[in-house]
Each structure stands twice: as C-alpha cells, then as structure tokens.
C-alpha cells in the first residue's frame, strides 16, 4: 500500500483535507498514468452503468453491507471493467444528487449550512471570484441548484486532471490560510474537504460549459456499509467421503511446527474419509504453502485450504509470549460459515490417533468439547498468583472473580485442542462478543481465558489422552488425585501431545515427547533446516553474563538468583519477577 506521506506530499495536513492528500500525492508524483480517478474506503463508482436492477436510497447512493468476491464483481470492480467503462471518456464523475429541502428551499448553499459553517463556503466563492473570476459565475451557479456532484469522486483525462489539481490547490491554499479554526471541532475541522466536494462541480460545470464536446460519462455511487476486511472461508471439499474439518493457525515463523502438526494429522488419520485441513495464514509465503499442499499426499483424501487472516486482530495488543495468532480461533464461528463443527488444534500439538473419533464426538447442544486444563488446576491447588495487570490474586479468585465463573472455576479447560460446535457459537453471536471482551479488557492468557468465561459451562470433557500436556513433577503431584490419575493415564499412551509450557521439541531433543515432533517433521520439506539450526554451535553465554554483570550488576544478581529458584516458586512470584525486570 502507497502511502501519502512519501515523496511530495501533503500528508500532514489530512485531518483538513482528508482524501485530498491523497489526490495531491497522485498529482505530485505520479507521471505516467492516463487516467487518474478517485474513489473512496467506502464508497465506489458503478463500472456497470448498463445495469438497470440498482436500487438507490435517499442519499443517491447503492448501499451493499461489505465488500466480498461477489460485490467486486457485481460492480465492474476489475481491471477490464474499469478500462471499457472509462476508455474514450474526458471526465467521469458520479450521477448529480438532489439535496433534501430545508424550510421548503433546496440549495447546495443552503444544505451545506445545515451541517457546517456556511461563511467558510462563501469565503471559498470570494477566493475563486479574486483568483479565477471565470469561475465565479459557476460557483454561484452550483451552490445556488439543488443538485451537485459529491464525495470527491471522479476519473479524468490526464491532462484535464492536472488542471483540476492546479486549480483546486491554489483555491484551497488561500482558503486553508484564511479560516480560524481555533474553535471548530473535530468534524468542522475538515472543512477544506467538504468545501472541496462543492467545488468539483464548479470545476465540471465551467469545463462542460466551456467546451460543450467534452465526452462526460456519470456513473452510480456505491457506500459499503461495513469495511473491515473478513477472511474468506474456502468452500467444503466436493467429495462423497465423510468430511472431517480440523483447522490450526500459523505465520511464517511457526510454519514448520505447522508441517509436522498437518503431517501428523494425515498419518493416523482415517483412510475412508476425507481430512478438511484449513490453516489459517497470519502471514505465510506461497513456498510456505507449497511446502505444506506437499503433504496432502500423505493421506489419500485430504485438503488443506488457506484462510487469509493477515488483516484480522491488528488493533489488539498480545503480551509475553502470545502472537496475534492466537486470537484466531475466536472468529472461527464467523469466518467458517460453511461447517456445523470444526476440530481446532493448536500449532505445537502432534496427533498420534485418528482425529475423526474426536470429530464424531456427539456434542449435543454443547457448544465444544475440550479437556481441562491440569495446569491451571495445578496453579489452583498451588495458590499461583495471576499477573499483576490482572489483579495479581491467586489463581482460583482469578478464575471465580476475575472470569466470573464463580464455583465453576474448576471446570476452567485447555484451548490447544477444542471441538467447536460452530451452530451454537452462530446462534448465540458468541464470536463478536469474546472478540469485543478481549478488544476491552485485559486477560491472563488471553483468548484461551475468554474462551473459559464464555463457555467454561457448556463444554463436555475430552479424555487427557486428548491432549497431553508436560506437567514437572512438583505441579503434577499438587493435581487432585483424580486428575493426577487422569494425567499419569495420559502419558502412557497419548492421542495428541500438546508441547504446552516453556519446553520446545525444536529447541531441545531432550524434551517431552520430543521424537515424535521429530519423526513427523521429517516427512516435511523442513526437517533438514529444523535440524541443522539445532545442531548449529551457540555462543557462549559466559560473554553476555559478564557484560550485565558490569553494566547492570542488579540485573545480574537477579538473574543469578532467579535461576537458583526452584520451578513452584518461579511460577508463584511470577507476577513479581515480571515487575522487577521492567524495573531493572
């Protein structure tokens, strides 16, 4: 994306100009094009002129509720379209729309008072009648009919844009110098681009009239209500098989995990049906996924689909080691609206069983099937504290209070491997209203949080085995002993290996159930790479020790006795270590 505040450029003055800057950057900078046009983030021209079935509201305007695939093209949104609709045309600019009566009159001048500070129009007139009094005559013409052009939309001729832009400019340099908007608020502070709408008319009236050859097309106005980019969800395979849809989130950095997690999948997963693999993509090259649809033929019915999520979550902050990723699966009920249910994994799981017997799982009217979350009980039985942005309680007045789960705080489960009942989550409008709770409030581990404050009651509990996590010794032996029993049952003989927790498989062989991460990534096109930056030499750290150690002896000394902690301390004065290092 070109931004305005590059080359010759105007961009600070956009809180006045609004979209001008953009016409002036345009202008200034680029020498090449034909034709150059305007349009808007929400409102775009009608490239069909020929189409009769458009219904127009009061304000001139086609109203459709977002844009899709479907909306680009019902309106000549292309390339092609654009090229037929304006080629052989000096000036196209949108249908004249007829402004509300105020008080039994109907004028531009007087629609504009309504809504602004008419004085600024006029000054604009006596600017055009001082510097382009042929003008004059226009501009009191098109403030005083009660149809204009509007929204600063139009595609000209090169040469007839450049004497727009010439022209428009120096009117509002003067006019930008002359209005005090000291007391204006923050809307009667664009002023110079309303009064710029007014003044594309005058500009098209003197052209029209002054060379009545002149080849003018008008073209509908389209407003596009809501335009925030939606992620598109590819449609179901078309297949006879039993679909079996598992989705799982990633971004270039994480993409090898992701490998060996599609491997893993596709390996235990049942022959006699078809594995629905969606990836949602935060930012994956196209050899990332060419690398990955490599794997589609591990299993003789499988998919994997990718569902652009770049453009999803960018106004919501993560903290310590969560990527934005991680917010994804709350918009899974709105973003996969073809699926009844769908089996979320998280990128760091290996599936060492048939996913589809999770799939088949009966849900009811359940909105998910999940396991609970043994850490969190075991922080519970152990009095961890949450973070200090949280409040700092312990962990069970964090999942009563904090959450709002009241005594239900024991049914508090585990994100990494959710089966979602997609119809439920839809009836329910659930997504927006975890997505907005999240946009507002601050959570300990974040969508997995709200996730349990919204659905903490309405999940059926999946066996351990489910999703097998790596507990040490001290925070598996402080479970309740029927958890404890369900954990030791668990690592016997797992289905899927959730590597939850500080310890990697990629960072160190000897980790939990580190080989068989290893054994599935080396039917991947990363195995190799994977390998040879494990076994690559790492500096010394004896170096970097000593360099704290003299620039930042407090650092130092912290550092050294923080490694001295035994694990359950660390976890309990987490929240403190936190704020220390901040304060160091």
Not at 308 to 328: G, P
Not at 434 to 463: G, P, S, T
Not at 544 to 553: A, D, G, K, L, V
Request: contains cysteine; charged residues 25%; aromatic residues 12%.
């Amino acid at each position: 994306m070109l931004g305005d505040d590059t080359g010759d450029n105007i961009s600070r003055k956009n809180p006045a100009y609004c979209e001008l800057t953009g016409q002036y950057w345009v202008w200034k900078n680029d020498k090449q094009s034909d034709y150059i046009g305007l349009m808007h983030y929400r409102r775009v021209f009608d490239f069909y002129p020929e189409m009769q079935n458009r219904t127009v509201d009061a304000a001139g305007l086609v109203v459709e509720d977002r844009f899709t695939p479907d909306v680009l093209a019902r309106y000549g949104l292309n390339d092609d379209s654009i090229q037929e609709c304006v080629e052989g045309f000096d000036m196209v600019v949108a249908e004249p729309w007829t402004v509300p009566a105020i008080d039994g009159k109907a004028s531009i001048r007087d629609h504009y008072a309504q809504h602004h500070n008419v004085k600024d129009l006029e000054l604009a007139g006596e600017i055009i009648n001082s510097l382009y009094p042929d003008y004059y005559k226009d501009f009191k013409t098109v403030i005083g009919s009660s149809a204009g052009l509007f929204t600063n939309m139009f595609i000209f001729k090169r040469d007839i844009f450049e004497e727009y832009s010439e022209w428009l400019f120096k009117i509002l340099d003067a006019l930008d110098a002359s209005i005090d908007v000291t007391n204006y608020n923050a809307s009667e502070r664009r002023v110079i681009g309303y009064i710029a709408e007014r003044l594309l008319g005058v500009f098209v009236t003197n052209k029209i009239r002054n060379n009545p050859t002149l080849k003018v097309r008008y073209l509908r106005r389209v407003f596009v209500r809501d335009t925030k980019i939606y992620a598109q969800c590819p449609d179901l395979p078309d297949t006879p098989l039993e679909i079996v849809s598992v989705v799982a989130a990633t971004d270039h950095n994480y993409v090898s995990h992701m490998a060996a997690l599609v491997a893993s999948v596709f390996s235990n997963a049942d022959r006699s049906k078809f594995i629905d693999f969606l990836i949602l993509d935060g930012g994956i090259t196209e050899d990332d996924k060419r690398g990955l649809r490599m794997l589609e033929r591990i299993h003789p019915h499988a998919q994997i689909s990718f569902v652009d999520m770049s453009m999803q979550f960018l106004d919501i902050e993560a903290h310590m080691y969560f990527t934005r990723a991680t917010f994804y699966r709350l918009a899974l009920p709105e973003i996969v609206k073809n699926r009844k249910k769908l089996l979320f994994l998280d990128t760091d799981v290996i599936v060492l069983d048939d996913v589809s017997k999770i799939f088949d799982f009966d849900l009811g009217d359940h909105a998910i099937a999940a396991v609970k979350d043994l850490i969190m009980h075991a922080f519970v039985s152990q009095g961890v504290s949450s973070l200090s942005t949280v409040g700092g309680t312990t962990a069970m007045k964090y999942l009563s209070d904090y959450l709002e789960l009241a005594d239900d705080y024991d049914k508090y489960f585990q994100a990494g491997v959710i089966l979602f009942n997609l119809d439920k989550l839809r009836t329910e409008n659930l997504s927006e209203r975890m997505i907005n709770d999240l946009r507002h409030k601050r959570y300990w581990f974040l969508d997995q949080d709200v996730l349990n404050k919204y659905l903490a009651r309405d999940v059926l509990y999946l066996d351990a085995k489910w999703n097998c996590v790596n507990l040490p010794d001290d925070v598996s032996d402080a479970l309740p002993s029927g958890l404890k029993v369900k954990y030791d049952r668990s690592i016997q003989a797992p289905s899927i290996i959730h590597y939850a927790g500080a310890q990697k498989p990629w960072n160190s062989f000897d980790s939990f159930f580190a080989h068989y991460y290893w054994y599935y990534l080396r039917l991947t096109p990363w195995y190799e790479r994977a390998m040879s930056k494990l076994q690559k030499p790492q500096p010394a750290s004896a170096p970097i020790m000593e360099q704290i150690r003299r620039t930042s002896p407090l650092r130092w000394a912290a550092s050294r006795i923080w490694g001295s902690m035994p694990r359950f301390v660390r976890r309990a004065i987490w929240p403190v270590a936190v704020w220390l290092d901040k304060s160091l």
